[in-house]
C-alpha cells in the first residue's frame, strides 16, 4: 500500500517502526449537526420512564467491564442503565445475568439516525469497557458521539486516546 491510516495514536505508534514515512493518524470525529443540532426529538418509548438515565450505544461485545457493569448496576438501583447495540453472542450469559436488574435495559441495535434521540434523553453517556490489548488502540466514536450531544461520559482508563481528554469526562 501507499500510505496507512488509523484512527489512534497507540496504532501509529505500534505501526511505525514498520512504515515510519506513511503512517498516517487520523483521529474520529462526528456529524456534529446530527447530534448536537436542537431539534424535537421524541422520546423513544422502550426508554426507561424513570430518571436519571445512563446509556451506552455500541456494540455490546467482549470488551465491556461486565464485572464492573455487574457491581455499578446493583450499586444504584435508583439510576437507569441502557444498552443500545447489537449484542455479540459471547457475552450472552453476562447481558442475561446483568439484565436480570430491574434498571437495567438492552435495546438492541437503533438505525444511526435514531442514535441522537435517545442520546438526547440520556442524562449521562457511559463507556465501561476493560483495559485490554484491543481497548488500548480505541478511538471511541461514541465519545464524541455523546460530547456533541451536550452528554457528560463517564469513562473507564483503557486508551491513551481517552486519557488525553481526561479534563471533559469522568
Known amino acids: 500500500v501507499?500510505?496507512?491510516t488509523v484512527?489512534?495514536?497507540?496504532?501509529?505508534?505500534?505501526?511505525?517502526?514498520?512504515?515510519s514515512n506513511d503512517?498516517?493518524?487520523v483521529g474520529n470525529g462526528?456529524?456534529?449537526?446530527l447530534f448536537a443540532a436542537p431539534r424535537?426529538?421524541?422520546?423513544?418509548?422502550?426508554?426507561?420512564?424513570?430518571r436519571p438515565i445512563a446509556g451506552y450505544v455500541g456494540a455490546v461485545y467482549p470488551w465491556l467491564d461486565f464485572?464492573?457493569?455487574q457491581r455499578v448496576c446493583s450499586g444504584m438501583p435508583d439510576v437507569h442503565f441502557v444498552f443500545i447495540g447489537?449484542?455479540?453472542?459471547?457475552?450472552?450469559?453476562?447481558v442475561k445475568k446483568l439484565g436480570k436488574l430491574q434498571n437495567v435495559r438492552f435495546l438492541g441495535a437503533k438505525p444511526y439516525h435514531m442514535v441522537p434521540a435517545y442520546l438526547h434523553n440520556l442524562d449521562i453517556g457511559i463507556i465501561p469497557f476493560q483495559k485490554n490489548e484491543l481497548t488500548t488502540h480505541v478511538n471511541p466514536v461514541k465519545l464524541y458521539e455523546y460530547s456533541a450531544s451536550g452528554k457528560p461520559s463517564v469513562v473507564t482508563d483503557f486508551s491513551e486516546d481517552v486519557v488525553?481528554?481526561?479534563?471533559h469526562v469522568c
Do not use: C, G, N, W
Not at 462526528?30 to 449537526?33: D, L, R, S, T
Open 40 to 50: 424535537d426529538y421524541d422520546r423513544p418509548s422502550d426508554l426507561p420512564q424513570m
Open 23 to 25: 503512517v498516517h493518524y
Open 7 to 19: 484512527s489512534s495514536r497507540s496504532l501509529a505508534e505500534q505501526i511505525a517502526p514498520y512504515r
Open 67 to 69: 464485572r464492573l457493569l
Open 30 to 33: 462526528v456529524e456534529y449537526q
Open 2 to 4: 501507499d500510505f496507512v
Open 86 to 94: 447489537p449484542v455479540h453472542p459471547d457475552v450472552s450469559p453476562a
Open 164 to 167: 488525553q481528554v481526561k479534563d
